[in-house]
């Protein structure tokens, strides 16, 4: 029987992760800080950051397949000191799954590992990693760490580099929600130019990414993305047509973030042909389907 666990279980892509691998066949168990009631899953209510907590929750469920999503990624993430601790835990719960007769571990990384100074037009899993964020900086040496372990006791294990995603149970104050809510309240949306290229993927995408990545035997690092190129300003100006509400988006009105880097587009060729994963649901069904749920949990 494959069994997986996965950390943050209860987070904004770590929750449509569940009924995936359900569906793939493995018994799944879930841990986070707060837990759902979600059927076919068995919660460990776990908080991560506690001394010995990983090694005792895998030597309790003793995983097959690991799918760590857990990390902080609330406000100040970007150069949080605790970025520092997520590496130690992610350190420790790898190693204890693998001495506990764990085979695969999976984990969650960033864009924000690439160096965006140097950017190609569309970034391949070998592009220059020169994070320009602490948080980067933790991921990355996270990833070349565990990557390290894996080659030389034979752990399989993959990183999946997530580049931006949206939809239910995101952050309010994220672009999309942050948008999204002031214009469903009939309040101005102030936003930048709208000029940046971005790849955006809805969360069950990346739920459906990280779930086919976690169920094969792709290694390495996999970019979970859409691979399309779109500019903010068409996201926004979609927004505003979605919800009828287009007289009160304000582009131009706020700066653009000091060292943003005008293109992040992903090469997806090893999710799309080794992992065999494609996404199905379009940018504007994902985006309505967000306004119907901000619509429902304002």
């Known amino acids: 029987m494959k069994r997986v666990l996965v950390t943050g279980a209860s987070g904004f892509f770590g929750r449509h992760c569940l009924h995936e691998l359900v569906q793939r066949g493995y018994e799944v168990h879930a841990c986070a800080r707060h837990v759902l009631d979600m059927p076919e899953t068995q919660w460990h209510g776990v908080d991560l950051m506690q001394p010995g907590a990983g090694t005792e929750l895998v030597q309790t469920v003793r995983p097959t397949h690991l799918l760590h999503l857990a990390w902080d990624v609330g406000a100040g993430f970007w150069s949080a000191p605790d970025n520092i601790s997520w590496v130690a835990s992610t ?9 506990s007769g764990g085979e695969r571990f999976v984990a969650a990384g960033t864009c924000a590992e690439y160096d965006w100074t140097n950017l190609p037009d569309y970034v391949r899993e070998d592009a220059i990693r020169e994070p320009a964020t602490f948080y980067g900086a933790a991921k990355e040496n996270a990833r070349r760490l565990i990557e390290s372990y894996s080659h030389q006791t034979g752990l399989s294990f993959a990183w999946g580099v997530l580049f931006l995603s949206f939809g239910p149970h995101e952050r309010p104050e994220r672009l999309v929600p942050s948008i999204i809510r002031n214009l469903l ?3 101005a949306a102030e936003t930048t130019a709208g000029t940046q290229l971005r790849d955006f993927l809805d969360s069950r995408e990346v739920a459906g990414a990280f779930s086919a990545l976690v169920d094969c035997t792709v290694e390495g690092s996999v970019n979970i993305a859409s691979g399309e190129p779109i500019a903010l300003r068409n996201v926004i100006e979609r927004l505003g047509k979605l919800t009828g509400r287009s007289e009160l988006l304000n582009l131009g009105a706020l700066p653009m973030r000091p060292n943003e880097p005008p293109r992040l ?34």
């Open 91 to 99: 350190l420790s719960l790898m190693r204890a799954f693998h001495l």
């Open 265 to 298: 587009v992903a090469d997806t060729t090893r999710l799309r042909q080794e992992v065999g994963f494609t996404p199905r649901i379009s940018l504007e069904q994902g985006l309505q389907d967000a306004i119907d749920w901000w619509r429902q949990h304002q």
């Open 185 to 187: 309240a009939g309040r």
